[in-house]
């Protein structure tokens, strides 16, 4: 049997048949296409929409570009003085840092703080 | 983008044959009513803006996926109505029974496949269709009703092209077994 032929033989009655279905059947699927084809032209209506308003936006940007660029060039300028500020305000601290962990980590040792000589010295360089 | 003259003409030459697919598949005029609608909605809403000729793809997938969801809700539906007689059968056994027996002759005469059936040949070829398995049934009628070629027939249904050769294939042989046996030699009796 030719299983292709034999399909489409099939194929050929089920078509027939179609036009046979009863009229509300066909109404009802006719006013869900109408329902569908609404829906697809909102749609579209809102595509349009959107489309419009990217639009005016864009002849705005287009517009206002010096001013914009101007805006920008100001922007990036405090953002880098603020960033400068940051990495000095930083860099200060880590000095302090190190000059405390000098101090406390320092070569001389305990016993020269028992050294009268050394509270003498002290005294001495407070008066400057 | 597509305009919706041309979804309009798609769905004017494709609804009655989508109608008919889902009668086969859920047996239920009214829920194959709102098959077909949910599918021409579900195209409009998301894809009415796709190239006319991704339509009939497009439209047959949302279509095959839309009799799934329904079986989908009708076997949760079942397994509660079946819960619920269980707790409650008893006393109005006998009433069901003949209920049933009487809806179903009554369904069998208003079957609109009985009753529009331009010749005896369609209601014995429709009422075999119906008594496919599912994805026999899915295969046959996109591959042969829908023409669609065995790529495009597989990537509706979601598996290779070597199932739906298969499943074409088993849905032939079934058919052309089922109408000898109710005495069409052939497609055209």
New interface residues.
Partial sequence: MDKDKYAKELIAVLNDGLGSLRPEVTRNLQLARERACALAEQQVHSHHFKSAHSLAWSDWVRQHRTGLVGALLVMVLFAGAAVLQTTSGSNDDDDTAAIDTELLTGDLPVNAYLDGHLSKWVNNSSDY | ?A??NA??QF??EV???A??QAVYAVRD?QAA?DI??DA??K???KY??QPPAEFPMLFQRILQNTIRDYYRRQKVRNFWVTAVSFIASGSDEQEDEEALEHTQAADEKDN?IN?????K??AL??AA?EKLPARQREA?LL???EEMDIAETAEVMGCSEGSVKTH??RA??A??VALQDKGMA???G
Avoid at chain 2, 115 to 119: D, E, F, H, K, Y
């Fill in positions: 983008m305009d919706t979804l309009a769905l004017a609804e009655r044959r109608y008919r005029e009513l077909v609608q021409m909605m195209l409009a809403e009415c803006a609109p009753v529009l059936a331009s010749g040949n369609l070829i429709e269709i046959f591959r042969y009703w074409c294939s032939v042989h058919l052309a052939d497609g055209q």
